[in-house]
């Protein structure tokens, strides 16, 4: 049995791990799904979750959990006094990621014990950060080899003890050529176990199935931080409204940056121009694609990695893209051909790059078609979780054997 290890599921971003988890399902892997974090009480889980709930095991409760953490390090105790000084030594220079890391502790202990009861042969965590730290813990305690995947932040950003996991990893899956070269560097003589597996993307059903498109329509999805450069976007709209040009807005997502973003809004009277829909299921995104003459996100290079799924997802339901030239995007995107790159933090440059494919629309369908044909060739679903699917099937073979 294999364990995925994950902040929190369901959640209400990462689609393309929702995805990824319901097709190793459909591949025949049986697993179960370890969150760190129960999902408070209204969260919105997308349909598509739930036939995935009865996999997933949370943390007892805090009661529960003290008695869990206690007993385990009344058993391990040198092994758990080991792990506790690596975190802490690893962490020295990022105290807000050590209490978050020590945090996890109470859950990985009492993970421990129930994949042990469970039979649990190989572990995979979802993000180097807190997930990674988890196992690499439980695997300290309990032998059970381990992986991780690595996608953004967590491995160019929040890295304390990046060298030390990837080294202890039985393998590392991420998720661009970029990224891959990036954790070589980091640990040389791995690197032929650091694999290259992209997002994939549901290409059927994400197949435009004839809604007709807003003209005008600029849609943006993501959740709703600073480095989205969203705010960008919106004073992109008001100086092409100032030029004549009757563009209108859809961003969908929530986060810290939603009442900012509304101040601007308002500010530059965009009020029913800009349309705030907030968080929606995956089932309500893919029409918000097909409605949209073109998908848009002028993200900013020192905070944002990988490919975001937004423009694979918009390309996949055939929508032309405007972007920023992120270090991993030319592996999608050629400039020109299947999509547009725009300067960051240029809100006129993003509006000239807008008004192009508004104003041409066969030059944008054609751009939208290349980029399709992309995202078959590297991005299909089906090739990338079956990739990864055997991937993780031979690590908990190996593991049985």
């Known amino acids: ?80 006094t080991k792990m506790l000084a690596r975190i802490a030594w690893g962490h020295r220079s990022m105290p807000n990621a050590l209490a978050k890391s020590l945090a996890i502790v109470p859950q990985s202990l009492a993970f421990a014990r129930d994949m042990q009861a469970r039979g649990v042969h190989h572990m995979h965590a979802n993000w180097a950060t807190y997930p990674a730290t988890a ?36 393998f590392v899956v991420t998720c661009t050529r970029f990224n891959r070269g990036y954790l070589a560097d980091i640990a040389p003589e791995r690197a032929d176990r650091i694999r290259t597996v992209y997002h994939g993307v549901d290409l059927p059903r994400f197949a435009q199935n004839g809604t007709p498109r807003v003209p005008n329509r600029i849609l943006t999805v993501g959740t709703l931080r600073a480095c989205k450069g969203i705010d960008d976007l919106i004073r992109a709209i008001a100086i092409l409204r100032e030029r004549g040009v009757e563009a209108e807005l859809e961003i969908v ?100 790059a807008l008004q192009r494919l508004l104003a041409d629309p066969p030059a944008a369908a054609r751009m939208a078609e290349e980029g399709r044909r992309r995202v078959a060739q590297s991005f299909d679903m089906k090739q990338t979780v079956a990739e990864l699917a055997q991937t993780l099937k031979n690590a908990v073979a190996a593991r049985a054997a």
């Open 1 to 80: 049995m294999l364990a995925f290890i994950v902040n929190q599921f369901p959640r209400q971003v990462a689609a393309y791990f929702l995805r990824e988890l319901l097709g190793l399902l459909d591949s025949g892997l049986d697993f179960q799904i370890y969150s760190l974090l129960s999902p408070p009480k209204g969260w919105k889980v997308h349909a598509d979750a739930k036939p995935l709930l009865e996999r997933v095991v949370y943390p007892p409760a805090p009661g529960d959990l003290a008695r869990h953490a206690l007993g385990s390090s009344a058993m391990h105790p040198a092994k758990v």
């Open 135 to 170: 196992a690499m813990l439980i695997s300290e305690l309990t032998g059970i080899p381990y992986s991780f995947s690595g996608h953004a932040t967590d491995i160019f950003v929040h890295h304390a003890m990046l060298r030390e996991k990837i080294e202890s990893a039985r």
């Open 253 to 352: 997502g929530d986060g810290e940056e939603r009442a900012a973003l509304e101040t601007l809004v308002r500010s530059l009277k965009l009020e029913g121009k800009v349309i705030m829909a907030g968080y929606l299921p995956q089932e309500e995104v893919i029409p918000a694609y097909h409605r949209a003459a073109v998908v848009a996100l002028p993200a900013h290079h020192e905070d944002h990695f990988g490919i975001p799924n937004i423009l694979i997802e918009g390309l996949a339901a055939g929508t032309p893209v405007v972007c920023t030239e992120l270090p991993s995007l030319h592996e999608l995107i050629e400039h020109g051909t299947s999509g547009l790159f725009v300067p960051e933090r240029d809100p006129a440059a993003l509006a000239d």
